[in-house]
């Protein structure tokens, strides 16, 4: 790890932070630094994104870490919660707080808080030149006196002062520390002699033992800060708790003579420490925001067109993402194909084959023709959020998404459930507030996926016929009236309360950097790639197990040997194949050999694992009027969507692929009835989603127990809603 | 009176910000404290949620928050 402080020889490697308010120019500043050489990851435990990069400069190994971007450092939000602690714990040689000139006053605010940390700061005045034109001017000599910290110009979006920025940071890692007590915030004295109070308190009783400076505790401890309490206490516990005591004294004693909340007296003082500041160092000629911005906006959040434009937005996008991916979907299943071929000539008859080609590559396969839809969403969503369109969507659109309980930035993933629940789930991470991004992620799956939409077509195509329109329609509508449900029941219960506050900034517009844009869909995509992929791999050789073994035959074609009576006249169509004279007896003999590989598959499928599992749950599947080939179908399902209807294909033994009107007329004559399709096809819209997904979940939440939660409680809803469908329908005299 | 109060293109000061501790925190660092100038920019096309400009900044809220500011000085 780096070295501390007082080392006398040079720290060969360091580690510098970056910190700063949320559309301060962190992002490209920290893009501009590294480059593509980025670690992105989660920070330990939460959900919050974690980007590392790692330059060598004038002979040194810098690690650069993003930190979240936040407006405090204040212990209720995990942004704020992570910064913190990685400055506190971590130590970083050099903390550089990105400074928006344009927003001197904001930026401040969590400048000093970073300031009394005690580590060394470093300011990067961004944007001055930006701030100038609007009639901002700022005394950065001045600024850096008053605070005691190094300031570096840079402008991040063009690159400007990044080496500087650099030389600076390494300077002052090098340079010995620097007391800050005399420039830190003065509050008023009640708050003051409380602080000194509880200071010499802290030193005198646990003098040593302190994990942090001693005035900073003592400060949050007045400010009832949960996280400081609890180190206390582990550090020293029983003067630990002996402060606290005091603290919570005196917190009462201020809160009676404020009439409020000593935490945001504090807070209201701080901003006044800052205004005195801010007069010191700061010249405006004009305050308003009267930049193209503001223009922009009058359109794009219009009380007429601001809707209509949102929903073009939104159609293109959905267009680039499931219209235009389509193109290199199919060339990525081309491909594919051609290496399941290969592999196929390749490899002997027999399990290994089938292993490879209908277990890994099918499995693998089923991921990658992801990857196109997944970089399109992700460049879109980049886009959006670059330029500052997203926070206008979620301005837009919160009042809607309130009544369900949810964030106006919840809409983005619900609609992209429609296409993909995959990327839809990972759209999620645009929510700040973990609660909100939770509940976004239960309620997502119900939006009916595209993959289920073959299925829909199939059932209602077979049962419904003119009406088959109206019935998807139907389903769709459901999905979307039970997310609605399940929103205001999560909130009520599970995830109650923390419905977080809208306060939200709306940026600036701004120009996208191509290269932000890219390092942005990069990442996420090549995230997806690798932990998706050796999940899918695994589960999809699991269900490739359950459904080849035991085997009851080898494997095909040569598998008439096992059937010698029940297939005499296929056999002896075979038999007079080689060298037909007839063209009609050789389509005959085709005919009669892809009939006795259906069969074949069929015999297998029913006596594997998988075919037993279905029987074994047939007794589960009875009330809503599937049987047991139904509900292996929807078993293998779980795999992805579209496999319940070649499954389904399998089980009622009719043509390969693409003769659907063969399934449809067998499912016709297996005895299912238009009730029982109907349930069966609001089971598939609401039961468990397919592996892809799940995985997903489980990433997204950073939970087991929530991706358990999202299987069981779908599931539930899905049994639920289809034994509903069937047993009501059946009482009302439909079958 | 309230922040919600207000039309667009109104500005006030502000009095005193209420609610819970959680939305008061985070509109004090947003920078809307005692004396911060606001100034309603405009009410989103649902009528909820409302941008002001505060020091520069947009920052939107929805009513129900805006209902908690209270302000004086309106022009």
């Known amino acids: 790890m780096s070295g501390n402080p007082p080392t006398p020889a040079p720290p060969r490697r360091l580690t510098i932070a970056l910190a700063g308010n949320p559309n301060a120019g962190k992002t490209s500043i920290f893009n501009n630094l590294t480059g593509t050489r980025q670690k992105v990851g989660n920070w330990p435990g939460v959900t919050v994104e974690k980007k590392e990069g790692h330059i060598h400069r004038d002979g040194y190994d ?240 219009h009380r007429v067109f601001g809707f209509p434009i949102f929903i073009f937005f939104i159609w293109a996008m959905f267009q680039l993402t499931f219209t235009l991916g389509e193109y290199p979907v199919k060339w990525i299943e081309a491909g594919v194909d051609l290496v399941a071929g290969a592999a196929g000539a390749l490899l002997p008859e027999g399990v290994l084959r089938s292993l490879v080609l209908d277990g890994v590559i099918a499995g693998v396969g089923s991921v990658i023709k992801f990857m196109p839809n997944i970089l399109i969403l992700f460049f879109c969503i980049a886009l959006f959020e670059d330029t500052g369109y997203m926070a206008r969507s979620a301005f837009l659109m919160d009042k809607i998404m309130h009544l369900i309980g949810l964030h106006g930035k919840s809409f983005i993933p619900m609609l992209m459930g429609f296409g993909c629940n995959v990327p839809a789930i990972m759209a999620a991470r645009t929510l700040e507030s973990e609660k909100d991004r939770i509940l976004t992620i239960l309620i997502t799956p119900f939006m009916s996926c595209s993959a289920k939409l073959p299925v829909y077509v199939i059932l209602a195509g077979a049962f419904f016929g003119p009406q088959a329109g109206t019935v998807i329609f139907g389903l769709y509508l459901l999905g979307i009236v039970l997310s609605i449900l399940t929103g205001r029941l999560f909130r009520s219960t599970l995830l109650r309360g923390a419905d977080a506050p809208f306060v939200m900034e709306l940026p600036p517009y701004r120009m996208p950097m191509a290269k932000s844009l890219m390092i942005h869909m990069w990442d996420r995509s090549r995230m997806f790639l690798r932990r998706m992929g050796q999940v899918i791999l695994l589960g999809s050789v699991v269900i490739w197990t359950l459904s ?75 009330p809503l009027g599937i049987d047991w080939r139904g509900g292996v179908s929807l078993l293998s399902g779980f795999v992805a969507k579209e496999i319940v209807v070649s499954t389904l294909g399998v089980l009622y033994a009719t043509g390969e692929d693409g003769e659907e009107d063969a399934l449809e007329r067998a499912l016709a004559e297996s005895g299912m009835t238009p009730l029982s399709a109907l349930s069966m096809m609001v089971f598939v819209l609401l039961y468990l989603p397919c592996l892809a997904a799940t995985t997903t979940i489980r990433r997204e939440t950073g939970s087991t127990r929530w991706m358990l939660f999202s299987l069981a409680y779908s599931t539930t809803v899905a049994w639920v809603m289809a034994f509903l469908v069937y047993q009501g329908g059946q009482l009302l005299g439909f079958n | 009176m309230v922040l919600s109060e207000l039309k667009a293109g109104q500005r006030a000061s502000v009095v005193r910000v209420g609610g819970s501790s959680l939305l008061r925190r985070r509109i004090l660092e947003m920078g809307v404290v005692r004396g911060a100038e606001v100034y309603v920019e405009k009410y989103a096309p649902l009528k909820d949620p409302l941008e002001m400009v505060v020091k520069g900044t947009h920052i939107s809220l929805r009513v129900e928050e805006a209902a908690q500011i209270l302000v004086d000085h309106v022009r």
């Open chain 1, 62 to 301: 810098l690690t650069i870490v993003d930190l979240p971007g936040t407006y405090s450092l204040t212990p209720f939000s995990i942004e704020e919660v992570v910064a913190r602690n990685f400055v506190l714990d971590e130590r970083p040689d050099v903390v550089v707080d990105i400074i928006d000139a344009s927003n001197l006053e904001r930026s401040l605010y969590l400048a000093t808080q970073i300031r009394e940390l005690e580590c060394k700061v470093l300011f990067a005045l961004n944007m001055a030149d930006l701030a100038r034109e609007h009639g901002t001017k700022i005394d950065a000599g001045k600024l850096s006196a008053l605070l005691g910290v190094p300031v570096v110009f840079t402008v991040g979006n063009r690159g400007q002062g990044m080496d500087e920025l650099i030389e600076a940071a390494i300077r002052l890692a090098e340079s010995p520390a620097q007391p800050a007590h005399d420039r830190n915030v003065r509050y008023s004295g009640d708050i003051e002699e409380a602080i000194g109070r509880l200071e010499r308190f802290l030193t005198e009783r646990a003098e040593g033992s302190l994990p942090y400076p001693a005035r900073w505790m003592a400060a949050k401890l007045i400010e009832d800060d949960p996280i400081v309490k609890e180190r206390l206490v582990a550090a020293a516990p029983q003067s630990g708790m002996h402060a606290l005591q005091a603290a919570r004294n005196l917190r009462q004693q201020l809160a009676a003579r404020f009439d409020d909340d000593p935490q945001l007296v504090m807070t209201d003082e701080r901003y006044g420490f800052i205004a005195g500041l801010v007069r010191e160092v700061q010249s405006t000629t004009s305050r308003q925001r009267v930049d193209i911005s503001r223009n922009i906006d009058l359109v794009l959040t």
């Open chain 1, 548 to 622: 080849s073994f035991p085997q009851t035959a080898g494997f095909l074609p040569d598998d008439d040997v096992y059937h010698p009576g029940e297939n005499a006249a296929a056999e002896s169509a075979v038999g007079a194949a080689p060298g037909a004279a007839s063209p009609d007896a050789a389509s005959a003999a085709e005919a009669a050999e892809a009939a006795l590989r259906r069969r074949a598959k069929a015999e297998q499928t029913e006596s594997s694992y998988l075919g037993r599992l279905g029987r074994l749950i047939e007794p589960l599947f009875a």
